[in-house]
């Protein structure tokens, strides 16, 4: 008897740390919502928390007009582990930090640690802006060249520019050649993209641009919510892609 007491405390205090660390978890995610970080999207899944889907959009530099679908994977002990989130690009992605073998962007340099409370996963998505929008700073702010992970792109964007803009291009084509594949997963959170179709999209697109017109109107007095679409959306606890306000 007293066995099936203690086992069912230790099932009633996993429960619980299960709980709280999801909790933890839904907040990263509304911090990122607040944050409104630009270009870049991020889901949870919906079969396990401790992965994310992301799509990233390059919109100036060498990356303007990229796509790069990309996963978070946060450790087990997430939050309060030290242990960093990895994150892994699904295509090849040409980047000083990005390891041409594995996908995975190196965020060492900015988080040698993950420190509870003081990280979030909304700075390391700012921090993937910041080196894709200036690659060169970001091998700057590198003491010791040979640490980065992709060595000779490093070489290349320090040496021969236009050799290091056209690997990057030949990158960003790859990415977008895959960028209607058949999902990887059934989970419903998987960023899926389609193809324009007038009857389904032109309404939403329609939709889009009536808000955007609303908000810059002299009546609005260049305030006022938001309208049209969101990418991802949490309500009440649900998480809902593609979901109108």
């Known amino acids: 008897m007293t066995l099936d007491v203690d086992a069912q405390k230790k099932d009633d205090k996993l429960l619980l740390a299960t709980i709280h660390q999801e909790y933890k978890i839904l907040a990263e995610y509304k911090m990122i919502e607040s944050e409104k970080v630009s270009g870049i999207y991020v889901i949870p899944?919906?079969?396990n928390s401790l992965q994310w889907f992301g799509v990233f959009f390059g919109r100036q530099g060498f990356y303007e007009n990229s796509v790069f679908r990309f996963s978070i994977l946060l450790p087990d002990g997430f939050p309060d582990d030290k242990t960093t989130p990895a994150i892994v690009f699904q295509q090849n992605v040409v980047?000083?930090?990005?390891?041409?073998f594995t996908n995975s962007l190196d965020i060492s340099h900015a988080f040698p640690e993950w420190r509870c409370g003081e990280d979030h996963l909304w700075q390391v998505l700012k921090y993937m802006q910041v080196i894709f929008a200036d690659p060169l700073d970001c091998i700057r702010s590198v003491g010791n060249t040979q640490e980065l992970k992709n060595?000779?792109?490093?070489?290349?964007l320090t040496t021969n520019r236009e050799a290091f803009a056209g690997l990057v291009?030949?990158?960003i084509a790859e990415s977008k050649a895959h960028i209607y594949d058949t999902p990887p997963t059934e989970d419903p959170h998987y960023i899926v993209f389609e193809?324009?179709?007038e009857d389904i999209h032109g309404p939403v697109l329609d939709q889009i641009r009536n808000g955007r017109t609303t908000n810059s109107s002299p009546e609005s007095g260049g305030?006022?919510?938001?309208t049209g679409l969101s990418w991802v959306k949490v309500k009440e606890g649900e998480f809902k892609p593609l979901s109108i306000e």
């Open 223 to 226: 305030g006022g919510a938001a």
């Open 151 to 156: 060595v000779e792109a490093s070489k290349l």
């Open 195 to 197: 193809k324009f179709q």
């Open 95 to 100: 980047h000083p930090l990005v390891c041409p």
């Open 169 to 171: 291009q030949e990158s």
């Open 45 to 47: 899944s919906y079969a």
